[in-house]
């Protein structure tokens, strides 16, 4: 039972290139999201889905979109990267928002 | 908003004993879900215990407990007999029916042997 597979594991990327981060569940759950995590700020959402078709923004949206297609599939795109983007990339997956989420690996991305 | 703050950035505990991670916590819904997640270095995030904010009773999952006080906004968590192996960064998190997930900015947990 694969979960939550995100990948890349690591990514590096120069000022302005653009990249996609992707994300797939096998759970046929409803609900998934992005997060990034930065030092002493935990994790903060970047946007999340409750179902194919439909996506919203969370609370540090600019700089990213996302759209969902299939209802397992969530990828995360990063039009011009910003060395403010410099984060580790968390997606997860769950029924709703308000039952046990389940997350990818993660994705260390340094923006140089 | 709603907001989740974790007070203590660093906790240690002896192998053995027993901790309490600290979490606060403000919504202004009455239907909510309370979470504590454990990452440890592998960076997985692992869940460690949920409960309703609709049940009294605290939720328990083997050595870990939850110490829910609705009123007061507290979502305390207790680790006893304490093992290496929870050496972690611990965070708590509130789901709403709003479709969104908030996190404190969590708690990194050292045991010592």
């Not at chain 1, 700020?41 to 923004?57: E, F, K, N, W």
């Amino acid at each position: 039972n694969a979960g939550v597979t995100q990948t890349p594991k690591f990514q590096v990327l120069k000022t302005g290139q653009s990249m996609t981060l992707q994300c797939a569940q096998d759970m046929n759950h409803e609900y998934m999201s992005w997060y990034r995590q930065d030092p002493g700020m935990g994790l903060r959402l970047i946007h999340y889905s409750v179902g194919a078709g439909i996506t919203d923004q969370g609370e540090v949206p600019n700089g990213y979109n996302v759209s969902r297609s299939t209802t397992e599939d969530f990828p995360l795109r990063l039009l011009s990267a910003a060395p403010s983007q410099t984060s580790v990339y968390f997606c997860a997956s769950s029924t709703s928002s308000n039952t046990e989420a389940f997350f990818g690996q993660g994705t260390r991305l340094t923006v140089v | 908003a709603q907001t989740v703050t974790q007070s203590q950035p660093e906790m240690s505990v002896q192998e053995a004993e027993t901790v309490t991670l600290s979490c606060t916590y403000d919504t202004s819904e009455s239907d909510y879900y309370l979470f504590w997640y454990k990452q440890p270095p592998s960076r997985q995030m692992i869940l460690v215990i949920r409960q309703e904010a609709y049940k009294q009773q605290n939720a328990t999952e083997n050595r870990f407990s939850v110490n829910f006080q609705k009123a007061a906004k507290s979502f305390s968590l207790k680790i006893s007999d304490s093992q290496l192996g929870d050496a972690a960064m611990y965070f708590c998190a509130l789901g709403d029916t709003g479709n969104q997930f908030y996190f404190g900015t969590g708690t990194s947990l050292t045991v010592i042997p």
